[in-house]
């Protein structure tokens, strides 16, 4: 009988009250591994955890600050003594390379690292004598239970972008994982549950679909809401939690453009483009996806043209696999479909990976290297996120152009710029409208004790994910003014 998985509530496993169900996928052979918990009954078990969660957060948002990091230190361990496991399951679920799916785990692991710093992170500030004998402070503390909804392309690494963060400054935390992928997720918790010393319910895991999402969004405990995916979904998760009253926020897609300055090192360039553009297959929101030359582009094309036609396509878990399949026969289907439309809109196809299979995987959601040339700027596959391996290649005659195409986007979540030249790099990081920047850097990704910026419709919300933003975003700020002279006056 297939496996159903569990939720995670009140520090137990227990099945959840929906009787719906639907299957999870390997993408590179489609078979199914098991299945997760769906419709309108997981709001029952939503509820259930938010109302356990709460119970913990009034014992955990006493317990000292260098107390609430000290299981974090665990967990940090438990993620390095496992990550082949959990590198595999990720893999398997999600389709990318298993030296991808490593990387992704090292990146929540830096998180856990920062996020062991919080009782200093999270200091106060103090003035004294703001008035005679009055002192005045602001403190941090706790907003109560908070919620995560994370997507499928980096199931092990993105619910460590908040987890950590909510819970050392004294949080209770609930992780809503993608339904397409929740395996890691759940090994992840189960490692956790018997390796962690943590109140009942500090930590709950809930499965489901848009109905949890929405019982998540409007209980009236549910004090925070952090979410990553699409920009259509994530204008709603921001204006659907402000409705009720919650801090949200919310990362939405992009479309990623790269500038190449003629005096760029073609051979570097085009190993880190590529890299950035097929990585994941392109199921990133960091993936560059419009490569833009400035003057003559014969040499950088012809460089990037070879590279994708060399990339070594197949399943993550064999040797040497360059790139696995994208998430889904539906998500295959829609990238072909905008390639398609490319093409008859005037795109020049380069390099086409349609239609093709991987030995031994035919049933897999592959997708070959795939690149555009001369779009017409005006066209649908422009300035829609394609999310797979697809590289549009522009040219334009000068760097301010460039600039000028890059921030008429609607989106910025990254932007970088490949060249020798230091004035060049200067201006472009000072006047190209994205929240992360690269400078011959291929995916700008901040490290952990960076927030993960992004402009426009990249992001919905103030504070972002990571670092100093994550204190920041999981608690609210009092001040406090005193007076202790045993004289009044009212002079000032």
Same mark, same amino acid.
């Given at each position: 009988?297939?496996?159903?998985?569990?939720?995670?509530?009140?520090?137990?496993?227990?099945?959840?009250?929906?009787?719906?169900?639907?299957?999870?996928?390997?993408?590179?052979?489609?078979?199914?591994?098991?299945?997760?918990?769906?419709?309108?009954?997981?709001?029952?078990?939503?509820?259930?955890?938010?109302?356990?969660?709460?119970?913990?957060?009034?014992?955990?948002?006493?317990?000292?600050?260098?107390?609430?990091?000290?299981?974090?230190?665990?967990?940090?361990?438990?993620?390095?003594?496992?990550?082949?496991?959990?590198?595999?399951?990720?893999?398997?679920?999600?389709?990318?390379?298993?030296?991808?799916?490593?990387?992704?785990?090292?990146?929540?692991?830096?998180?856990?690292?920062?996020?062991?710093?919080?009782?200093?992170?999270?200091?106060?500030?103090?003035?004294?004598?703001?008035?005679?004998?009055?002192?005045?402070?602001?403190?941090?503390?706790?907003?109560?239970?908070?919620?995560?909804?994370?997507?499928?392309?980096?199931?092990?690494?993105?619910?460590?972008?908040?987890?950590?963060?909510?819970?050392?400054?004294?949080?209770?935390?609930?992780?809503?994982?993608?339904?397409?992928?929740?395996?890691?997720?759940?090994?992840?918790?189960?490692?956790?549950?018997?390796?962690?010393?943590?109140?009942?319910?500090?930590?709950?895991?809930?499965?489901?679909?848009?109905?949890?999402?929405?019982?998540?969004?409007?209980?009236?405990?549910?004090?925070?809401?952090?979410?990553?995916?699409?920009?259509?979904?994530?204008?709603?998760?921001?204006?659907?939690?402000?409705?009720?009253?919650?801090?949200?926020?919310?990362?939405?897609?992009?479309?990623?453009?790269?500038?190449?300055?003629?005096?760029?090192?073609?051979?570097?360039?085009?190993?880190?483009?590529?890299?950035? %553009?097929? !990585?994941?297959?392109?199921?990133?929101? #960091?993936?560059?996806? +419009?490569?833009?030359? /400035?003057?003559? @582009? &014969?040499? =950088?094309?012809?460089?990037?043209?070879?590279?994708?036609?060399?990339?070594?396509?197949?399943?993550?878990?064999?040797?040497?696999?360059?790139?696995?399949?994208?998430?889904?026969?539906?998500?295959?289907?829609?990238?072909?479909?905008?390639?398609?439309?490319?093409?008859?809109?005037?795109?020049?196809?380069?390099?086409?990976?349609?239609?093709?299979? %991987?030995? !031994?995987?035919?049933?897999?959601?592959? #997708?070959?290297?795939? +690149?555009?040339?001369? /779009?017409?700027? @005006? &066209?649908? =596959?422009?300035?829609?996120?394609?999310?797979?391996?697809?590289?549009?290649?522009?040219?334009?005659?000068?760097?301010?152009?460039?600039?000028?195409?890059?921030?008429?986007?609607?989106?910025?979540?990254?932007?970088?710029?490949?060249?020798?030249?230091?004035?060049?790099?200067?201006?472009?990081?000072?006047?190209?409208?994205?929240?992360?920047?690269? %400078?011959?850097?291929?995916?700008?990704?901040?490290?952990?004790?960076?927030?993960?910026?992004?402009?426009?419709?990249?992001?919905?919300?103030?504070?972002?994910?990571?670092?100093?933003?994550?204190?920041?975003?999981?608690?609210?700020?009092?001040?406090?003014?005193?007076?202790?002279?045993?004289?009044?006056?009212?002079?000032?």
């Amino acid at each position: 009988m297939m496996k159903t998985l569990e939720n995670y509530i009140n520090g137990q496993w227990e099945r959840s009250n929906s009787t719906q169900q639907i299957p999870i996928y390997n993408p590179a052979n489609q078979e199914i591994t098991a299945q997760v918990p769906y419709g309108p009954d997981t709001v029952k078990d939503v509820h259930k955890a938010i109302e356990h969660a709460h119970k913990a957060y009034l014992e955990w948002k006493d317990v000292p600050a260098m107390r609430r990091v000290q299981p974090l230190f665990k967990m940090k361990t438990l993620l390095e003594d496992h990550k082949e496991e959990i590198a595999k399951l990720i893999t398997s679920e999600c389709g990318k390379t298993y030296a991808e799916s490593l990387g992704e785990l090292q990146r929540a692991i830096e998180n856990i690292e920062v996020a062991c710093g919080t009782y200093v992170l999270n200091q106060s500030e103090f003035s004294e004598n703001i008035a005679p004998g009055i002192d005045e402070f602001m403190i941090r503390q706790p907003l109560g239970v908070c919620a995560c909804i994370t997507p499928f392309n980096f199931p092990g690494m993105i619910p460590f972008w908040f987890l950590p963060y909510a819970i050392a400054t004294g949080n209770a935390f609930i992780l809503k994982p993608s339904e397409k992928v929740p395996t890691a997720m759940q090994y992840i918790f189960e490692l956790i549950d018997k390796n962690l010393d943590l109140p009942k319910g500090l930590l709950s895991l809930v499965h489901g679909g848009k109905d949890s999402v929405d019982a998540l969004l409007q209980h009236p405990d549910v004090k925070a809401i952090s979410f990553v995916g699409s920009t259509q979904v994530a204008r709603y998760i921001y204006s659907e939690g402000a409705k009720y009253g919650k801090r949200v926020q919310a990362q939405g897609g992009a479309k990623n453009p790269i500038v190449i300055m003629p005096d760029a090192d073609i051979d570097m360039t085009t190993k880190i483009i590529t890299d950035s %553009v097929y !990585g994941c297959a392109g199921q990133r929101c #960091l993936a560059a996806s +419009i490569i833009i030359t /400035v003057g003559d @582009n &014969k040499n =950088i094309k012809d460089s990037l043209v070879e590279a994708a036609k060399s990339r070594k396509v197949g399943y993550g878990l064999e040797k040497d696999i360059e790139m696995g399949p994208v998430i889904s026969k539906e998500s295959k289907s829609r990238i072909e479909s905008l390639i398609q439309k490319g093409v008859a809109e005037g795109a020049n196809i380069l390099v086409d990976g349609t239609n093709k299979n %991987v030995s !031994g995987f035919e049933n897999g959601n592959f #997708l070959y290297p795939t +690149i555009l040339e001369n /779009v017409p700027l @005006n &066209k649908e =596959i422009i300035s829609t996120e394609i999310f797979g391996p697809v590289m549009t290649l522009l040219n334009f005659k000068s760097m301010e152009d460039s600039i000028q195409f890059i921030n008429s986007g609607r989106y910025g979540n990254m932007a970088c710029i490949f060249t020798q030249d230091g004035l060049s790099a200067r201006q472009f990081r000072s006047q190209a409208m994205a929240g992360n920047i690269g %400078v011959n850097v291929g995916v700008a990704a901040p490290v952990a004790q960076f927030p993960f910026s992004g402009w426009k419709d990249s992001f919905f919300g103030d504070l972002h994910a990571q670092g100093r933003h994550g204190i920041e975003f999981y608690t609210q700020t009092k001040v406090v003014i005193e007076r202790w002279p045993k004289t009044w006056s009212r002079t000032f």
